[in-house]
């Protein structure tokens, strides 16, 4: 069988923009390396069920830095560029889409913002608000000047989850059926804790929150009633005598609700976590990356496999997942991926 990828990547080297790869699952191999299209460092990408792929755009106009959305027709390679909107400062960090309110959201780490946009009866993006979060900032040097939202988007109850890792803090939103947003409640973290991505367990009324500057996962419980979160427990995702720099990023959860993933760049690993019947974490595995900093990863279909882009050196990775085990085999590196930052499997056609 083979199914496909969308990667996103910095264009500072190498890479032109948006990539596709394919992972045949028969051989197993990552194989066919192609340009969906070329855009200015898009670093986060997401596809609809229509096949509209939504990515952040960088670009410079009047040798002025602009940033925004770039809105593509995805059932065609490469793919044809819809519209592109974009303004005055930096790239958005995230995006993705919003199917049930037929919505697409940004988070803006350098900007500070968080903006919502409606998918228009036409197919196009309208904004309908933004926010720009206020608080103490943490001590840590990258955090310094103020909010860094660097994730947004549904919890389970539909309420959206705002990430700012320049707060140390995760918010919680409602939002109104015309697209503004009203803040509900608001968790505080340890001081350069970082928050960066979170993941869920419905059931068991559980979350996951990666945090980037301190390399740990707090395990947060969650009341839906009161919209409120409080911290279980923290571990550590990289080795205890670690010195060197490192930061993790993302996070995945198996859809077994067994297992927890995350990323260290610096560290260049995964770590796998399994989750106990109270829903804490307990370390399983820990494996290299086979390359430098890897920003994102994610599962094929099945979750039998695991595919690792690693930014800095210009390869992806491709794991072996036991399911029993949640434990990470090698299976192939050192397949070209330039500056590869996001890993986003392709919706069935």
Same mark, same amino acid.
């Given at each position: 069988?083979?199914?496909?990828?969308?990667?996103?990547? &910095?264009?500072?080297?190498?890479?032109?923009?948006?990539?596709?790869?394919?992972?045949? @699952?028969?051989?197993?191999?990552?194989?066919?390396?192609?340009?969906?299209?070329?855009?200015?460092?898009?670093?986060?990408?997401? /596809?609809?069920? =229509? %096949?509209?792929?939504?990515? !952040?755009?960088?670009?410079?106009?009047?040798?002025?830095? %602009?940033?925004? !959305?770039?809105?593509?027709?995805? $059932?065609? *390679?490469?793919?044809?560029?819809?519209?592109?909107?974009?303004?005055?400062? +930096?790239?958005?960090?995230?995006? @993705?889409?919003? /199917?049930?309110?037929?919505?697409?959201? $940004?988070?803006?780490?350098?900007?500070?913002?968080?903006?919502?946009?409606?998918?228009?009866?036409?197919?196009?993006?309208?904004?309908?608000?933004?926010?720009?979060?206020?608080?103490?900032?943490?001590?840590?040097?990258?955090?310094?000047?103020? =909010? %860094?939202?660097?994730?947004?988007?549904?919890?389970?109850?539909?309420?959206?989850?705002?990430?700012?890792?320049?707060?140390?803090?995760?918010?919680?939103?409602?939002?109104?059926?015309?697209?503004?947003?009203?803040? !509900?409640?608001?968790?505080?973290?340890?001081?350069?804790?970082?928050?960066?991505?979170?993941?869920?367990?419905?059931?068991?009324?559980?979350?996951?929150?990666?945090?980037?500057?301190?390399?740990?996962?707090?395990?947060?419980? &969650? #009341?839906? /009633? $009161?919209?409120?979160?409080?911290? /279980?427990?923290?571990?550590?995702?990289?080795?205890?005598?670690? $010195?060197?720099?490192?930061?993790?990023?993302?996070?995945?959860?198996?859809?077994?609700?067994?297992?927890?993933?995350? +990323?260290?760049?610096?560290?260049?690993?995964?770590?796998?976590?399994?989750?106990?019947?109270?829903?804490?974490?307990?370390?399983?595995?820990?494996?290299?990356?086979?390359?430098?900093?890897?920003?994102?990863? #994610?599962? #094929?279909?099945?979750?039998?496999?695991?595919? !690792?882009? #690693?930014?800095?050196?210009?390869? =992806?990775?491709?794991?072996?997942?036991?399911?029993?085990?949640?434990?990470?085999? *090698?299976?192939?590196?050192?397949? @070209?991926?330039?500056?590869?930052?996001?890993?986003?499997?392709?919706?069935?056609?």
């Amino acid at each position: 069988m083979i199914e496909k990828f969308l990667i996103g990547t &910095y264009t500072k080297n190498q890479s032109q923009g948006i990539y596709q790869i394919e992972l045949d @699952t028969e051989k197993p191999a990552l194989q066919n390396l192609q340009l969906v299209a070329k855009a200015g460092s898009p670093t986060y990408v997401a /596809e609809s069920k =229509a %096949h509209r792929i939504y990515a !952040v755009e960088r670009v410079m106009e009047d040798d002025e830095l %602009h940033g925004g !959305v770039l809105d593509l027709d995805g $059932t065609t *390679l490469p793919a044809k560029e819809i519209e592109k909107i974009v303004e005055a400062g +930096s790239s958005p960090a995230y995006i @993705t889409v919003d /199917e049930k309110r037929q919505n697409v959201y $940004t988070a803006n780490y350098h900007t500070g913002d968080v903006t919502i946009f409606t998918i228009t009866p036409q197919g196009l993006l309208s904004a309908t608000d933004r926010v720009h979060d206020h608080g103490q900032v943490g001590p840590k040097p990258e955090q310094a000047d103020g =909010a %860094h939202p660097h994730y947004v988007d549904i919890s389970f109850d539909g309420r959206l989850v705002v990430c700012d890792l320049g707060l140390d803090q995760i918010f919680l939103y409602d939002l109104t059926p015309e697209g503004k947003l009203q803040l !509900v409640s608001g968790l505080t973290l340890a001081p350069g804790f970082g928050p960066r991505h979170i993941t869920y367990i419905e059931e068991m009324g559980k979350a996951y929150l990666v945090g980037e500057l301190s390399s740990e996962v707090a395990v947060l419980n &969650y #009341n839906e /009633e $009161t919209a409120q979160f409080e911290i /279980e427990q923290i571990v550590s995702t990289i080795p205890a005598d670690w $010195t060197a720099h490192n930061g993790a990023a993302a996070i995945h959860l198996s859809s077994d609700h067994r297992f927890v993933y995350v +990323s260290n760049r610096g560290n260049d690993s995964i770590v796998v976590f399994a989750i106990q019947p109270d829903g804490k974490l307990q370390q399983v595995q820990r494996v290299s990356t086979e390359g430098e900093f890897p920003r994102d990863f #994610n599962f #094929n279909q099945t979750e039998e496999f695991l595919i !690792v882009a #690693n930014q800095n050196s210009d390869n =992806a990775s491709l794991f072996h997942r036991d399911a029993e085990t949640g434990k990470l085999t *090698l299976v192939q590196k050192d397949f @070209t991926v330039p500056e590869g930052t996001c890993v986003a499997p392709r919706k069935p056609q």
